[in-house]
Nanobody, 115 residues
Framework: QVQLVESGGGLVQPGGSLRLSCAASGSISSSHIMAWYRQAPGQTREFVAR???????NYADSVKGRFTISRDNAENTVSLQMNSLKPEDTGVYYC?????????WGQGTQVTVSS
C-alpha cells in the first residue's frame, strides 16, 4: 500500500506561481512512476506531468514550459512547480503513484487561478 498526501494548493492570480507537494509513505520506491493529474469542474481527470525514478519527465502540452515536476527518491516526495498560471489551470490536483498494476491516488488539493 502507498499513501499520498498533497499540499500547497490555493488561490492565485493569473500569471502567478504555486508549488504543490506530495508526500508518499508506505511501500513507495523509486520504481514507482510519480505523476500529477488535475480535474476541472465538470471535466474528466487529465494528465499533467510524470516523473520516472531515473529522472525522465513527461508533460501535457498545455503545461510544457510553465510547470516543472521533480521528485526526491530519498525523501519520497514529488513536487509540481507551476508558473505563469492561467485560469484554465484551475482544478483539483491529484498526486498519483503507479507500479505494475497498482495505482494509488491522493485526496487532491484545490488550485484556483482567478483575479
Amino acid at each position: 500500500q502507498v499513501q499520498l498526501v498533497e499540499s500547497g494548493g490555493g488561490l492565485v492570480q493569473p500569471g502567478g506561481s504555486l508549488r504543490l507537494s506530495c508526500a508518499a509513505s508506505g511501500s513507495i520506491s523509486s520504481s514507482h512512476i510519480m505523476a500529477w493529474y488535475r480535474q476541472a469542474p465538470g471535466q474528466t481527470r487529465e494528465f499533467v506531468a510524470r516523473a520516472f525514478g531515473g529522472g525522465d519527465t513527461n508533460y501535457a502540452d498545455s503545461v510544457k514550459g510553465r510547470f516543472t515536476i521533480s521528485r526526491d527518491n530519498a525523501e519520497n516526495t514529488v513536487s509540481l512547480q507551476m508558473n505563469s498560471l492561467k485560469p484554465e489551470d484551475t482544478g483539483v490536483y491529484y498526486c498519483n503513484a503507479v507500479r505494475l498494476q497498482f495505482s494509488y491516488w491522493g485526496q487532491g488539493t484545490q488550485v484556483t487561478v482567478s483575479s
